[in-house]
Every structure is written in C-alpha cells, then in structure tokens.
C-alpha cells in the first residue's frame, strides 16, 4: 500500500499503526521519511516486504521548503537555531544559479542526525549521547531542482523548491549546502515526498482512511508499477518457479519483474552478463 504520511509520525509509527490494522507483524516500509515529513511512504505486508529493498533504492520526487539565513543543529526545523545571518543582499538570480550546482552527480555530506550507521549504531543516537558526528560524503544524483517560489520573511528568505533524485540523497543536506553556498547558512522547513520510483501521491491513503476500510495493492499491481515487466512463456516460468536462471532481460543495473502466461508475478530478476538471475521468487 501507499500511505500518505502525516507530519509528526515517524515511519516506524506508519509501521506498527498498519501491523494493527493487518493484524500481523510482518509489515516493512521502503524508505524512511523524518518526523517533519509527509507524502509517500511504500508499505508492505505479509510477502511484499521481500520487494521492499529493491523499492527503497528507486528514485524519489519532493516538494520542500529551505529557509536561507537559519542553520539548525539537525539541518532542518525539528533542531535549534545555533546561526543566523541577513539574507537582504542575495537576489533570485544568486539563488538559482546555486540551485543549479546541485543538479546532477554531486558529493553529498548526510546530517549528523541521521539513521546511518557507525560502527554499529545509528548516528543520531551518537549525536543525542555528546559525540560530534561528522559523517563521509557519499556520491548522489540529483536529477532535477526546481525553484518554484523565493520569499523574503522577516531577516530571512524562504525558497520553495521541487527535486527529483536517487535513493540516500537528503534534502534537508540540499537546503543546508545551498544556504552554505550563498554564504548566509540555511536548514529545512517542510518536505512531502510525492513519488517513490512508480508510486505516487496519487494512489496514496490516510492512516483514517485506511482505519475505515483496509485494502491492499496487490503483489501483482504493485510489481507491475514498480519495476520493468518481463512477461514469460509456460516453459520459462515453470524455469523461474523452482529458482532457474534465464536468458538476459537486457536490462542494466535494475530489477525486472518477471510474470507468468496467466499474469501471475512470479519473480524479481537481476541480469548478471547474458545470464538473468531470480533475487526473489514469489511463487513455486
């Protein structure tokens, strides 16, 4: 399913409200969303937590907001203001043209409090006992960044933008590294992710929704939305079905859902030279 994630919910809260409502405990999410955040957040019950990897490293659409002039101990708003600067003297062309640099392959530092790990536990549980976190910066892609409305406010300048990128980029390091570019610092006021690879905000519930009237997405749909469809002949799903390997789909660097003559979604494959391997088989 996909759930419209309100603000001040972790992920982890989405997870348990739906093991609940599923009434089991084999429920998973496709990639965390902050407390701050909303919009889509991929879940998935019962066998559709074995796609869940695979959704997670899909590309991602958000609207959000950065307030130039303000830096944050965490990068965006749940943190302290611990700098300030006047924004009076940047103009909407010195916004876009920074906007710019950070389109494409870029070298990305994640924020301190965050959910990656070092040496074993979560960095923000390392930041929250004193330590200082300076985490490596790691290679992101950044498709798109889109600046849709600059408001001055007060002292500072508020900058809404569009962004489309891979999997593991922060936006709230986007808004921080833009601020730092134009001189005046800045950190991140609001997110709502509105797409994770092929699902979007358009098929998304409520949690009150959903509390009314529980429905999934089938495995079916929800392979054939997320990934490149790879129909078989009788002969080569009844291969797939016991764990078979098959001819290359063609398909660099991504997984094809492969199904059967009847429709059926039968396994995630993975193209290693002229050979395609099954990383998951859902039926057999």
Excluded at 53 to 78: I, M, N, P
Excluded at 256 to 274: C, H, K, M, S, Y
């Amino acid at each position: 399913m996909v759930v419209d994630k309100p603000a001040g919910m972790t992920s982890h809260d989405v997870v348990a409200r739906i093991r609940r409502l599923a009434g089991t405990k084999r429920v998973g999410h496709a990639g965390t969303l902050d407390p701050m955040a909303t919009g889509v957040l991929v879940i998935g019950v019962g066998r559709a937590t074995r796609l869940l990897g695979h959704l997670s490293l899909h590309d991602k659409d958000y609207l959000a907001t950065a307030r130039l002039g303000q830096v944050t101990d965490t990068d965006d708003a749940e943190g302290q203001v611990v700098a300030t600067r006047p924004t009076s003297g940047i103009t909407t062309d010195d916004i876009t043209a920074a906007a710019r640099d950070f389109v494409g392959d870029i070298e990305q530092r994640p924020p301190g409090v965050s959910a990656i790990k070092v040496e074993g536990k979560r960095a923000y549980a390392r930041v929250r006992a004193g330590e200082d976190v300076v985490l490596p910066t790691r290679r992101v892609h950044v498709a798109r960044l889109e600046i849709h409305g600059i408001r001055p406010n007060g002292g500072v300048t508020d900058v809404d933008f569009e962004v489309r990128c891979s999997s593991g980029t922060y936006v709230r390091a986007i808004a921080r590294d833009l601020g730092a570019r134009l001189g005046v610092g800045g950190h991140l006021t609001a997110l709502r992710r509105t797409r994770v690879g092929g699902f979007d905000l358009l098929g998304a519930r409520t949690l009150a929704s959903l509390e009314q009237e529980f429905t999934v997405i089938s495995l079916d749909d929800a392979a054939a939305a997320a990934f490149t469809r790879r129909d078989l002949d009788a002969a080569a799903a009844t291969t797939l079905a016991h764990g078979g390997r098959l001819p290359s789909s063609g398909v660099d660097g991504a997984p094809v859902a492969a199904f059967g003559p009847d429709g059926t979604f039968i396994a995630l494959l993975e193209d290693r030279g002229e050979i395609a391997y099954p990383v998951a088989v859902f039926v057999g």
